[in-house]
T-cell receptor
Framework: NAGVMQNPRHLVRRRGQEARLRCSPM?????VYWYRQLPEEGLKFMVY????????ESGMPKERFSAEFPKEGPSILRIQQVVRGDSAAYFC???????????????FGPGTRLTVT | GQNIDQPTEMTATEGAIVQINCTYQ??????LFWYQQHAGEAPTFLSY????GLEEKGRFSSFLSRSKGYSYLLLKELQMKDSASYLC????????????FGSGTQLTVLP
């Protein structure tokens, strides 16, 4: 059973370009979460999605950031017009539906390390 | 608001026992998670406490006191591979299911 998959693992973008980060949840999981981790800091929640729905985006910056989880395909975190401060590790996590096992347990992907030059 | 506090660094010796403390203040609290994260890797789930008391799982145990807003992770028979960052995270109930993480405790195990 494959775990959470993220790609690319490393992404380099120049200031002003767009970054697209992809996440495929574990098989059978329908909840996806995106977190950002700056160097030497903890994980900060960004957005929580179910298929075709954004449930909670309270951690997303108001501008340039967007996320989606379409009916088919992976979840995508998009950062437009990247700036140096966007350089970080972006982790995706997934969890099963409530009532299936430990409903709040989140399984993390390997992360995408974004570097903005 | 959400606030999670844990020590920044700890050092212990191989074979010893270490306790990593975590205090939290969150609204809609619904459980306390511990994750292990090695440098450059994804966090991996260690434990989940929703009721008061001690949960034991092999060399790792986790404790929760909801009334005190306090948890600890206990690591026994430390091994070199236990050197990692240990993240305390509070879960929230309802539709807001995100985890609020502390900054992590960097544990170094010395030979």
């Amino acid at each position: 059973n494959a775990g959470v998959m993220q790609n690319p693992r490393h992404l380099v973008r120049r200031r002003g370009q767009e970054a697209r980060l992809r996440c495929s949840p574990m098989k059978g999981h329908s909840h996806v979460y995106w977190y950002r981790q700056l160097p030497e800091e903890g994980l900060k929640f960004m957005v929580y999605l179910q298929k075709e729905n954004i449930i909670d985006e309270s951690g997303m910056p108001k501008e340039r950031f967007s996320a989606e989880f379409p009916k088919e395909g992976p979840s995508i975190l998009r950062i437009q017009q990247v700036v140096r401060g966007d350089s970080a590790a972006y982790f995706c996590a997934s969890s099963p539906l409530p009532g299936q096992g430990v409903s709040y347990e989140q399984y993390f992907g390997p992360g995408t390390r974004l570097t903005v030059t | 608001g959400q606030n999670i506090d844990q020590p920044t660094e700890m050092t212990a010796t191989e074979g010893a026992i270490v306790q990593i403390n975590c205090t939290y203040q969150t609204s809609g609290f619904n459980g306390l998670f511990w994750y292990q994260q090695h440098a450059g890797e994804a966090p991996t789930f260690l434990s989940y406490n929703v009721l008061d008391g001690l949960e034991e799982k092999g060399r790792f145990s986790s404790f929760l006191s909801r009334s005190k807003g306090y948890s600890y992770l206990l690591l026994k028979e430390l091994q070199m591979k236990d050197s990692a960052s240990y993240l305390c995270a509070a879960g929230r109930s309802g539709s807001a299911r995100q985890l609020t993480f502390g900054s992590g405790t960097q544990l170094t195990v010395l030979p």
